[in-house]
T-cell receptor
Framework: DTEVTQTPKHLVMGMTNKKSLKCEQH?????MYWYKQKAKKPPELMFV???????INESVPSRFSPECPNSSLLNLHLHALQPEDSALYLC?????????????FGPGTRLLVL | QKEVEQNSGPLSVPEGAIASLNCTYS??????FFWYRQYSGKSPELIMF????GDKEDGRFTAQLNKASQYVSLLIRDSQPSDSATYLC?????????FGTGTRLTIIP
């Protein structure tokens, strides 16, 4: 099983809403990542978790709050987002932080903030 | 100067020809180099990675790395229409992976 799953596939939310994105993998990977990708732009790293601990926060605004409840799950909690936060949010995982060649991306959640 | 630079294209190549994609990077401490393929509306898919100077071949794909020139390339032989996609170059240093803006490749039947 080389699959990273993400739910929901699409999400529309208002600026006052609270929502969460979910990512799951069952490959035994111990590093998990959140990326943001705007249209016709490359993915931008947001957060990295290693062994369920936050390893990197790329100066992401606090309206984005990551959570890693266990080694298979990664959540991204959203609150008071802005329209410019509309993007494709990609989750990825890899064996660990040194084995990037094992990195797999999920299909993404397409988020629209109204 | 951008950390990872690619020609945005579009690059049009006839079916069966060799497609050549190029990438330059600014950080001499970069440790490994990746090529991802991304179809429109889909997530990136890793197709090649290279760590050492020289060539690395995998099927129709060849990655080339020249650390002295801070240059990495991807050759696609016998191009197929299914190769039409955006190709993202990515460079890793320590725990961070930085992507280039991607080159849009179109294979013309």
């Amino acid at each position: 099983d080389t699959e990273v799953t993400q739910t929901p596939k699409h999400l529309v939310m208002g600026m006052t809403n609270k929502k969460s994105l979910k990512c799951e993998q069952h490959m035994g990977h111990r590093a998990m990542y959140w990326y943001k990708q705007k249209a016709k732009k490359p993915p931008e790293l947001m957060f990295v978790y290693s062994y369920e601990k936050l390893s990197i926060n790329e100066s992401v605004p606090s309206r984005f709050s990551p959570e890693c409840p266990n080694s298979s799950l990664l959540n991204l909690h959203l609150h008071a987002l802005q329209p410019e936060d509309s993007a494709l949010y990609l989750c990825a995982s890899s064996q660990d932080l040194r084995q990037w060649e094992t990195q797999y991306f999920g299909p993404g959640t397409r988020l629209l903030v109204l | 100067q951008k950390e990872v630079e690619q020609n945005s294209g579009p690059l049009s190549v006839p079916e069966g020809a060799i497609a050549s994609l190029n990438c330059t990077y600014s950080d001499r401490g970069s440790q490994s180099f990746f090529w991802y393929r991304q179809y429109s509306g889909k997530s990136p898919e890793l197709i090649m990675f290279i760590y050492s100077n020289g060539d690395k071949e995998d099927g129709r794909f060849t990655a080339q790395l020249n650390k002295a020139s801070q240059y990495v390339s991807l050759l696609i032989r016998d191009s197929q229409p299914s190769d039409s996609a955006t190709y993202l170059c990515a460079v890793r240093r320590d725990e961070k992976l930085t992507f280039g803006t991607g080159t849009r490749l179109t294979i013309i039947p």
